[in-house]
Nanobody, 124 residues
Framework: QVQLVESGGGLVQAGGSLRLSCAAS????????MGWFRQAPGKEREFVAT???????YYADSVKGRFTISRDNAKNTVYLQMNLLKPEDTAVYYC??????????????????WGQGTQVTVSS
């Protein structure tokens, strides 16, 4: 069982930055692929980024070059550094853990555990 708790969301102006954190419980954190998803009002949850212990990181085209996912296995924490934020980045951001640790899972159904979400609002 893995429990995930996100933090770091908030209100920021367009062009600004935020860093989201996701603290995980459980001794097998390093074996999971960790991902970030987001869901805007009236839209489906969409993939943002994922990090795997064996194959590195992978990003959605919409955030490539602006967002960076990283993990600290010693702290059981995954981060999402978001730069050059745009109003269309406004959403609830969710952290998730996937047992497919040796790949880049990009579908929500590939993830086994989810956090409660943190709101990110980007004003124009």
């Amino acid at each position: 069982q893995v429990q995930l708790v996100e933090s770091g969301g908030g209100l920021v102006q367009a062009g600004g930055s935020l860093r989201l954190s996701c603290a995980a419980s459980g001794r097998t954190f390093s074996s999971y692929a960790m991902g970030w998803f987001r869901q805007a009002p009236g839209k489906e949850r969409e993939f943002v980024a994922t990090t795997s212990w064996s194959v590195g990181t992978y990003y959605a085209d919409s955030v490539k070059g602006r967002f960076t996912i990283s993990r600290d296995n010693a702290k059981n924490t995954v981060y999402l550094q978001m730069n050059l934020l745009k109003p269309e980045d406004t959403a609830v951001y969710y952290c998730a853990a996937s047992r497919y640790g040796s790949s880049w899972p990009t579908a929500a159904g590939d993830y086994d555990y989810w956090g409660q979400g943190t709101q990110v609002t980007v004003s124009s």
